[in-house]
Nanobody, 125 residues
Framework: QVQLVESGGGSVHAGDSLRLSCAAS????????TGWFRQAPGKEREFVAG????????YHADSVKGRFTISRDNAKNTLYLQMNSLKPEDTAVYYC??????????????????WGQGTQVTVSS
């Protein structure tokens, strides 16, 4: 089993920055892909960014490309999401997710095995 705990959410104004963190514990050696998703009220959970652990390949949704950056600290078993130039439409609960098995650029929520509890990000105009 793997446990994921997010932190770093909050309320900011448009144009501000935030950095989310996700601390992983448990059988982290089995993980191959970790990522961030978000879910706004009344909407489906959507992929934001992912990182493939073996070679550190990152990939981002078009809606955040150039503004958000996913990264990791292997020594701390921690995943990060640096969010710059935040917009009101970025308002959502942000979830950290992880999967084991085959290493590929997973983007569907159903492909991930483990989830954090979520952290709220609110961007006001």
């Amino acid at each position: 089993q793997v446990q994921l705990v997010e932190s770093g959410g909050g309320s900011v104004h448009a144009g501000d920055s935030l950095r989310l963190s996700c601390a992983a514990s448990g059988r982290t050696s089995t993980l191959t892909v970790t990522g961030w998703f978000r879910q706004a009220p009344g909407k489906e959970r959507e992929f934001v960014a992912g990182i493939r652990w073996i070679f550190g390949i990152t990939y981002h949704a078009d809606s955040v490309k150039g503004r958000f950056t996913i990264s990791r600290d292997n020594a701390k078993n921690t995943l990060y999401l640096q969010m710059n130039s935040l917009k009101p439409e970025d308002t959502a609960v942000y979830y950290c997710a992880a999967k084991g098995g085959v290493d590929y650029s997973a983007t569907s929520a159903s492909e991930f095995d483990y989830w954090g509890q979520g952290t709220q990000v609110t961007v006001s105009s």
